[in-house]
């Protein structure tokens, strides 16, 4: 079975209001604390058998934040030319304590190396600048954050604080965050993108992720035109995330064909949306959408940016 198309297929819709919190470690904590029904804090003593599920949920969630953040940075960093809001970028993720709810904090302190008081290094995306700056998890983050051209980085070092010198990368301000959901989703609210759990561990390999962030950046980049149908709408995303995609150096070609391959087994399903296409039809525009996005590349000099046109 062909997970990435059905992940795909069924995910992805564009929500256009509201105004949300930016941090993902939150919202994981949030869903997490549903699950709790008091406030006693999680420990291998007094909750022996949660304090192993949550362990593993914090761990799975970092590595999936982590592989978001990647790809989704390499296809920020790479359109910034054509992204209206851009901010820098030195590809470090941080968070604190109180990002998480209550009861899983001793879990936190534990696994994700953070203490009580300040803001930790929660990861760092290879060969990013800060990866270059030898930014490690868990250092100590004294100020200068978030990265601005205002103030250098500082973090705690056993030589006392120390500012990094970092060069920022300029990214697409339309950051991807993990939500924890059993369902197949991915949403944008025009400023930054929400992939549920489920849908990152269904897309595929980098490419079949990178779709999915490129399709509802898309949303963001290109708002839909006036009068346009939601089918037009979205099958202009899928348009458009192949020329982010081939912006950011990702095999567009073998991305249609690994979706076209996993057509047959979802057309039941996705003739159930409502604010989708038939698969074939998404299928059929998304083939144009690759020859012309081959033909436009052809046309410019390797590493020169195509535009959403
Ligand atoms: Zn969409």
Known sequence: MNRF?????????????????????????????RAFQDDTPITPVSQPDRYAMFSDILKVHRARAERVARISRALRVA????????????????????????????????????????????????????????????????????????????????????????DPDTACAIPAFVVQSDRLNASTDGREIDLSSALVDQAGDDSGLAFIIAHEMAHVIRPPAEG?????????????????????????????????AGVELHRDSQALSLTHPPVDIRLQALRR????????SSLVAPGEVLRLD
């Open 5 to 33: 198309a059905g992940a795909l297929l069924l995910g992805c819709c564009v929500v256009l209001s509201g105004c949300k919190e930016v941090v993902s470690v939150a919202k994981v904590g949030v869903r997490a604390e």
């Open 289 to 296: 959408a690759l020859s012309e996005t081959q033909r436009r």
């Open 228 to 260: 346009a149908s939601r089918w037009d709408v979205e099958l202009q995303a899928d348009a458009d995330a192949l020329v982010l995609m081939r912006n950011a150096g990702f095999d567009i070609d073998g991305t249609v064909r690994v979706w076209a």
């Open 79 to 166: 359109n910034a030319p054509i992204c209206s809001v851009t901010r820098p970028d030195i590809g470090l993720s941080t968070h604190q304590l109180s990002d998480y709810p209550e009861p899983i904090r001793p879990l936190a302190m534990h696994f994700m190396e953070i203490e009580e008081d300040g803001r930790f290094v929660h990861f760092v995306v290879p060969d990013s600048p800060a990866d270059d700056a030898d930014i490690r998890r868990g250092e100590r983050i004294l100020s200068g954050w978030p990265v601005s051209d205002a103030a250098p980085l500082t973090l705690e070092t056993e030589q006392g604080p120390q500012a990094i010198a970092i």
